[in-house]
């Protein structure tokens, strides 16, 4: 069986004035996709970029990055429309944002974009597993959502069994951000590997 290990740098932590080369950058060193960190000042004490900059963004890198939109917003619903029409081919949305999960599922398939499911730390998976039948990704949180560089919440890891990470500042921070991905994929493969080999 072949197995699957995705990684996507947060840009979270690079440098925000250049963000095209920084896309740009982190697809050259192995990417697999772009984590882009979407923060209102509500739902997270913290404010980052809106669809205008992911239009320019896909201006800038052309058709091919994958862009998963990682909403930490209060209303996701009202950027479901503008972020697909800037470009975005994920759009996750925080389960704690929003009475209508279901709603907003077919909303963003009907965009035609890929729907992702995040639960921040404090947020069961047994919440998030209602929806699991109708999502591309759940996103579990190992920090509580805001800022990057935070310390590693190790007690989420009974949550996980994850084939896709995000990684901001180990990645974009590196001398050799190249290695860092190769490394997380080669660590995660094989964990995959091993859990199956172990059932
Ligand atoms: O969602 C986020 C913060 O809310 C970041 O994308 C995530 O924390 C990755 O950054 P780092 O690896 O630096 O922690």
Redesign the pocket.
């Known amino acids: 069986m072949a197995y699957s290990a995705k990684i996507g740098p947060?840009i979270?932590?690079s440098d925000l004035s250049q963000l095209g080369a920084e896309c740009r950058r982190m697809m050259e060193c192995g990417a697999d996709y772009l984590?882009l960190?979407v923060?209102d000042g509500h739902f997270?004490p913290n404010l980052t970029f809106g669809h205008p900059m992911v239009e320019c963004l896909r201006s800038a890198v052309g058709p091919d990055p994958f862009f998963d939109m990682?909403m930490?917003v209060s209303r996701p619903e009202q950027w479901v429309k503008p972020m697909a029409a800037a470009g975005a081919n994920q759009y996750t949305f925080h389960l704690e944002a929003t009475t209508n999960p279901g709603n907003l599922i077919k909303e963003i398939r009907e965009s035609g974009m890929k729907v992702g499911l995040a639960i921040k730390p404090n947020t069961t998976v047994e919440e998030l597993a209602p929806w699991a039948g109708q999502i591309d990704m759940a996103l579990v949180?190992t920090?509580?959502?805001?800022?990057?560089?935070?310390k590693?919440m190790e007690d989420m890891m009974p949550k996980a069994g994850a084939n896709m990470i995000?990684?901001?500042?180990?990645?974009v921070s590196s001398d050799d951000p190249r290695a860092v991905i190769a490394l997380l994929k080669d660590v995660v493969l094989e964990a995959i590997q091993k859990r199956f080999l172990d059932r």
């Open positions: 947060s979270l932590s984590h960190d923060m997270v990682h930490m949180m920090v509580e959502p805001g800022f990057g560089g935070q590693f995000v990684s901001g500042s180990a990645v």
